[in-house]
């Protein structure tokens, strides 16, 4: 199983990154996708999921700036990061998992949003 995110960047604050998440290795469409993100400072915190039947669910802290979804076709998952602030400074972690028994995670890809 793997899962490649990809996307991470330097950016401005107010603006736009949109992150992607690769998979190989498993029946992706069953699987619910999500995304996490970690500082030195915080633990690992989800920051958005989808589920096989496309529910979405939201951190408040990005609720109405990002969107997730998801495209079946590809075994991808995307995080598309509006409005950024300093504050979604993380790295980025794509997480698929399938009853609670099957759960992966990718590498991690930087975000860092920064003048």
């Known amino acids: 199983v793997q899962l490649v995110e990809s996307g991470g960047a330097l950016v401005q604050p107010g603006g736009s990154l949109k992150l992607s998440c690769a998979a190989t290795?498993?029946?992706?469409?069953?699987?619910?996708m999500a995304w996490y993100r970690q500082t030195p400072e915080k633990q690992r915190e989800l920051v958005a999921a989808?589920?096989?039947?496309?529910?979405?669910n939201y951190a408040d802290s990005v609720k109405g700036r990002f969107t997730i979804s998801r495209d079946n076709a590809k075994n991808t998952v995307y995080l598309q990061m509006n409005s950024l602030k300093p504050d979604d400074t993380a790295v980025y972690y794509c997480?698929?998992?399938?009853?609670?028994?099957?759960?992966?995670w990718g590498q991690g890809t930087q975000v860092t949003v920064s003048s």
């Open positions: 997480n698929a998992n399938f009853i609670e028994k099957f759960n992966y």
């Open positions: 989808i589920t096989s039947n496309g529910n979405t």
């Open positions: 290795g498993i029946i992706f469409s069953i699987h619910t």
